[in-house]
């Protein structure tokens, strides 16, 4: 059973590119969330997917969207890119609230 | 509003040590869920453990043990006879009854020497 797979595993894109992420949830899971981790801090929510809709959304700026298809993936998309946005964006997913979030090996983006 | 707090940001052991990692949460919430994560350099984290409000019980996991106090919003993870392998960065985190969104502590680096 394979678990939460994320795409790609490294990127560096410059400052005012647009970048695309991507997530595979584990089997059976119907409900992804996206982290932004910068180095030496504890994973930050940025939204939630459910249903194909965003269901919850941290305080990030409108730049960062996303999507949830039909099989439960789902994308992370960034716009016009800051080089603050460089960090480690983790993609969970979970079969129902509350029962906890199992993780990907995140996606690491350096904006130069 | 909630806020999970890891006032340990580095802990150092040598190997066979017992090392506790603590933990103090905030919400108004009744009704939420504890968790600890392990991050090893690779990245991922790995779920160690949840806990709901209402289960106060200890839980034991093999070199593993977790003491929930909610008179202390603590909840506060052991590692017995710790081993190289357990070196990583710790986190802690809260989620309310009716969502996974999950507020994270700043985490705690475990290094375990030989």
């Known amino acids: 059973d394979a678990g939460v797979t994320q795409s790609p595993t490294h990127l560096i894109k410059t400052r005012g590119q647009q970048v695309t992420l991507r997530c595979s949830p584990k089997?059976?899971?119907?409900?992804v969330s996206w982290y932004q981790q910068a180095l030496g801090q504890g994973p930050q929510f940025i939204f939630q997917y459910y249903e194909e809709e965003e269901r919850q959304r941290g305080n990030f700026p409108d730049r960062f969207s996303g999507h949830q298809f039909p099989n439960y993936s789902s994308e992370l998309n960034v716009n016009a890119l800051l080089l603050g946005d460089s960090a480690l964006y983790l993609c969970a997913s979970s079969p129902r609230q509350g029962s906890g979030a199992f993780f990907g090996q995140g996606t690491r983006l350096t904006v130069v | 509003a909630q806020k999970v707090t890891q006032a340990q940001t580095e802990i150092s052991v040598v190997e066979k040590e017992d090392v506790t990692l603590d933990c103090v949460y905030e919400?108004?919430?009744?009704?939420?869920?504890l968790f600890w994560y392990k991050q090893p350099p690779s990245g991922e984290l790995v779920f160690l453990i949840r806990r709901n409000s209402f289960d106060e019980q200890n839980e034991i996991s093999g070199r593993y043990s977790w003491n929930f106090q909610k008179s202390t919003s603590s909840f506060n993870f052991t590692i017995t006879a710790s081993q190289v392998v357990d070196s990583a960065v710790y986190f802690c985190?809260?989620?309310?009854?009716?969502?996974?969104?999950?507020?994270f502590g700043t985490g705690t680096r475990l290094q375990v020497f030989p």
């Open positions: 919400t108004r919430d009744t009704t939420y869920y």
């Open positions: 089997s059976g899971h119907d409900t």
């Open positions: 985190a809260l989620s309310e009854a009716n969502t996974d969104k999950l507020i």
